[in-house]
């Protein structure tokens, strides 16, 4: 864009603070402003940052008070201007000499009284614009970061699975099914067997991309299309699996502190726990065993052969305040993939664990150990009612040099909404789909 403002420097709104005293133009859009007719503050965003711009009546041209004035919310503009740190707060402000409106935007639909929830994600296109999706959507581009950095550091190769699949990774009752050519398709709903083929060439590996869940749950915590995080690697246990995915939350947690301080504090964003789980190993402890302590020390009503309920996850994550893996389900309720053993009460269990995190943010990880002999998975995928033609592929990665392995899942949405401490998931991916949102 050609400049038409006055030599200076064109400048990001988050850098303004390395230009104090200096001149420079900024291109935004004005999120708010007021006038007291002398003297008017405008409220600017550029996408890094936020900053007000003051004009003074009695020290600019006339053409620009009046274009100071003439500002509506989320109009855009060229200002220029001197950066001085504002008298009170650590901010910095821009003394303003010149404005050229770009664009004057007719009354906006998302001023500045509250709105429902619902109101916004119906507008989601502008809410996008709003300060809370800013920091949300900015922290949830810091995690993709730290995953990225993580796993190239730990020796991972990314590896890309298909969207389009002919079978079920997790439960058959949640998939969404397409006609493809002659045939029928289900969208995604995890990578990991394509990860599992993929780590007998690869050693370690990752994917990371959309997953699609036809769940009817409405919940706080549920999307229909949401991003997950696969990751695979041969020759390890179920408890080497645990300390690669406390390794990785640590950091995605420690970068996220770092480098989003700015969101952290638009969010107004209790850090306190956050901090403690950047340092405090994590809690590992026996499904049988989290049960048992719900049942004797919190008082509820367990069922000791179910997954983890809401409650009970909610529970024990405000119990300890740091992340706890709870290990080893019944295997009945759990995917057929999963290793298995019988416990001391002849239970037959998963060697698995799903991450609790704290602060209400319940599971952000699904992983386990994988049944690596090939007659105990064909039995298996027999007994569930599995089409055996269909997993073929995946039964030869137990016959051809079966290896122990493992791997999990994280869910990004459910990672951010943790690190961000926003209430509703679907906060945490730009346009979400649920039972109920579907457009934009
Ligand atoms: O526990 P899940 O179903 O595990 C798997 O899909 C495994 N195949 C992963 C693996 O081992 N590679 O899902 C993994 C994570 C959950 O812990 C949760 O964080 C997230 O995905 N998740 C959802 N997030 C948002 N909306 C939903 N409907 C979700 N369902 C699962």
Redesign the pocket.
Known sequence: MSNILPEAEKTQIKDLSYKVNSNVNVEAWVFNSRSSGKIAFIQLRDGSGFTQAVVEKSKVSEETWNHAESLTIESSVQISGIVSKHPKFEQFELQVTEIHPLSIAPEYPIGNKEHGPDFLFENRDLYLRSKTPWAVLRIRDQVFRSVTNFFYEEGFVRFDTPILQPTS??DTSQLFELDYYEDKMYLT??G?LYLEAGIMGLGKAYDFGPVF?A?KSKTR???SE?W?M?A?MAFYDQDMNEDVQERMVKRIIKDTLENCKEELKVLERDTAILERCVNEKFIRMKHYDAKKFLETEKGMTVDYNDDMTTEEEIAIGNHYQIPVFIEDYPFAVKAFYMKRYTDERGMERARNA?LIAPEEAR??????QREDDYQTLYSELVNRGYKLEDYEWYLNVRKFGSVPHA?????L??MVRWLSGVHH?RETIPFPRTTILKRP
Do not use: C, P, T, V
């Open positions: 990774a997790e709903q995890s990991q869940r769940e915590n549920h999307l949401f997950m696969d695979e799903d599971e952000i990880i699904g992983g386990s791997g999990y899942g994280l869910g949405e459910r998931i």
